[in-house]
């Protein structure tokens, strides 16, 4: 238990709240919800900070509900965005639905008899067989089009993008009366949201407060960006996704191990369990010593555990060991081909056939010759560098250059080949 309020302001996680919001959850257990966009199948590192929100409101004793938007994702949500994105069938968007509340409940405790187990609501439930004229009579009424195009939101597109569709302007009434529906049938009194949200989340205490006289609260957290001021959560491939299909562990471990000094110091904060007088320490002893890099160590292993689990991430720091520190062959071949191709994603290839890998008389041929000379151009050069121990296969220590041909093939169809001390290269057998 602890206040919700207090754990934020200290985690850098607070923007904007309604007055009075202090006050009313005080009074006792209340429920709050998140919106998550169905765009994709899987969540992605940029969704974690509203998902640590609700995780820190469920442990302060409150109810957290997840609303994933089967009818909003059909819209696409304009805030902040330059152009229109392209709109899903319902196909797509509940295939996308059923994968998200996967993912979140591996953050959030819906076990029964919890008085305040979190909850899964999808607004396609309520939104999907409500009529356009019900719609336009019933909650249209209520909100000017004054007010919502007063929103920063809607002003910036305007002025700054190629205009707004009449389908994208619905999109702050809908996600209002979201808020409404979940005030009046599930007892939800605040909203939260990242800070781009504020306009539409505004609009839902707008719609409680004119439908039915009630009030109803608003809670921002930051959007994260990095030190350098590029996009949090993007590198050179793409975002970093918790679906371990689309990115690996090793992956998203390496992300969390890369991040700067300055952005350790605050994502240790936001995106980890870790107590305040853990985190301090942290804090202490990486100042004391940046070049261990100990806050982006710990970071890693906490979020890469809490998405992924604790054998996954045993392997990813494996898996770094073997490029960036001391390894055996051991090491080498406990990483699962995922693992091991994401490792030495890059890394110049030749592709053997299992029959002339099998031919093959001695270490020599099979590192210049057979391997197309990609690895050494001659024989003279294998012979020589072998004979100095600047070779290695799976880790191991060439001595002989008319060693046999007779290292285990990891995965049963990969040799790893090291000349020097950073040149890799794959001779893959198949």
Same mark, same amino acid.
């Given at each position: 238990?602890?206040?919700?309020?207090?754990?934020?302001?200290?985690?850098?996680? %607070?923007?904007?709240?309604?007055?009075?919001?202090?006050?009313?959850?005080?009074?006792?257990?209340?429920?709050?919800? +998140?919106?998550?966009?169905?765009?994709?199948?899987? +969540?992605?590192?940029?969704? +974690?900070?509203?998902?640590?929100?609700?995780?820190?409101?469920?442990?302060?004793?409150?109810?957290?509900?997840?609303?994933?938007?089967?009818?909003?994702?059909?819209?696409?949500?304009?805030?902040?965005?330059?152009?229109?994105?392209?709109? =899903?069938?319902?196909?797509? =968007?509940?295939?996308?639905?059923?994968?998200?509340?996967?993912?979140?409940?591996?953050?959030?405790?819906?076990?029964?008899?919890?008085a305040n187990k979190a909850e899964l609501v999808n607004n396609h439930d309520w939104m999907g067989e409500f @009529?356009?004229? #019900?719609?336009?009579?019933?909650?249209?009424?209520?909100?000017?089009?004054?007010?919502?195009?007063?929103?920063?939101?809607?002003?910036?597109?305007? !002025?700054?993008?190629?205009?707004?569709?009449?389908?994208?302007?619905?999109?702050?009434?809908?996600?209002?009366?979201?808020?409404?529906?979940?005030?009046?049938?599930?007892?939800?009194?605040?909203?939260?949201?990242?800070?781009?949200?504020?306009?539409?989340?505004?609009?839902?205490?707008?719609?409680?407060?004119?439908?039915?006289?009630?009030?109803?609260?608003?809670?921002?957290?930051?959007?994260?960006?990095?030190?350098?001021? @590029?996009?949090?959560?993007?590198? !050179?491939?793409?975002?970093?996704?918790?679906?371990?299909?689309?990115? @690996?562990?090793?992956?998203?471990?390496?992300?969390?191990?890369?991040?700067?000094?300055?952005?350790? @110091?605050?994502?240790? *904060?936001?995106?980890? =369990?870790?107590?305040?007088?853990?985190?301090?320490?942290?804090?202490?002893?990486? %100042?004391?010593?940046?070049?261990? *890099?100990?806050?982006?160590?710990?970071?890693?292993?906490?979020?890469?555990?809490?998405?992924?689990?604790?054998?996954?991430?045993?392997?990813?720091? /494996?898996?770094?060991?073997?490029?960036?520190?001391?390894?055996?062959?051991?090491? %080498?071949?406990?990483?699962?081909? *995922?693992?091991?191709?994401?490792?030495? #994603?890059?890394?110049?290839?030749?592709?053997?056939?299992?029959?002339?890998?099998?031919?093959?008389?001695?270490?020599?041929? +099979?590192?210049?010759?057979?391997?197309?000379?990609?690895?050494?151009?001659?024989?003279?050069?294998? *012979?020589?560098?072998?004979?100095?121990?600047?070779?290695?296969?799976?880790?191991?220590? =060439?001595?002989?250059?008319?060693?046999?041909?007779?290292?285990?093939? %990891?995965?049963? /169809?990969?040799?790893?080949?090291?000349?020097?001390?950073?040149?890799?290269?794959?001779?893959?057998?198949?």
């Amino acid at each position: 238990m602890n206040d919700f309020i207090d754990e934020l302001q200290w985690r850098g996680m %607070l923007q904007d709240m309604t007055p009075d919001i202090e006050q009313h959850l005080k009074e006792g257990m209340r429920s709050a919800y +998140l919106g998550f966009d169905p765009t994709a199948d899987s +969540l992605h590192i940029g969704h +974690l900070v509203g998902v640590m929100t609700l995780l820190h409101f469920q442990r302060a004793g409150h109810k957290p509900f997840a609303l994933v938007g089967g009818a909003t994702g059909m819209i696409g949500d304009p805030s902040f965005k330059s152009a229109e994105r392209n709109l =899903l069938d319902k196909a797509t =968007l509940d295939h996308n639905v059923a994968c998200l509340r996967k993912q979140l409940s591996k953050f959030l405790n819906f076990e029964e008899g919890m008085a305040n187990k979190a909850e899964l609501v999808n607004n396609h439930d309520w939104m999907g067989e409500f @009529s356009f004229l #019900d719609f336009i009579r019933d909650v249209g009424k209520h909100i000017t089009v004054n007010y919502m195009m007063a929103k920063d939101s809607v002003k910036r597109r305007l !002025e700054e993008g190629s205009g707004l569709s009449f389908t994208e302007f619905t999109y702050q009434l809908i996600q209002g009366y979201d808020f409404f529906h979940l005030w009046k049938n599930e007892g939800i009194s605040i909203q939260l949201g990242g800070s781009d949200q504020w306009g539409n989340i505004v609009t839902g205490t707008e719609l409680i407060r004119k439908m039915e006289g009630g009030h109803a609260y608003a809670l921002t957290v930051p959007l994260i960006t990095k030190a350098d001021g @590029s996009k949090f959560g993007k590198t !050179e491939s793409g975002s970093v996704w918790l679906d371990p299909e689309k990115t @690996s562990p090793y992956a998203f471990y390496q992300f969390w191990l890369n991040v700067s000094d300055e952005d350790a @110091s605050k994502y240790i *904060r936001i995106f980890t =369990l870790l107590d305040h007088k853990t985190i301090e320490q942290l804090e202490k002893e990486h %100042l004391e010593a940046p070049h261990l *890099r100990i806050l982006q160590k710990e970071i890693a292993k906490e979020v890469t555990t809490m998405i992924h689990g604790k054998e996954e991430y045993e392997m990813a720091v /494996k898996a770094s060991s073997i490029l960036f520190g001391k390894s055996s062959t051991d090491d %080498l071949a406990a990483l699962d081909e *995922r693992t091991f191709l994401q490792v030495f #994603d890059g890394v110049p290839q030749v592709q053997l056939s299992r029959e002339i890998y099998e031919e093959t008389g001695n270490l020599v041929d +099979l590192l210049s010759d057979k391997s197309e000379n990609l690895i050494f151009s001659s024989k003279s050069e294998a *012979r020589k560098m072998i004979q100095g121990g600047g070779v290695s296969i799976n880790k191991e220590k =060439l001595t002989d250059p008319m060693g046999a041909v007779d290292h285990t093939l %990891l995965q049963d /169809k990969y040799l790893l080949v090291q000349k020097g001390k950073k040149q890799y290269f794959i001779i893959s057998v198949k």
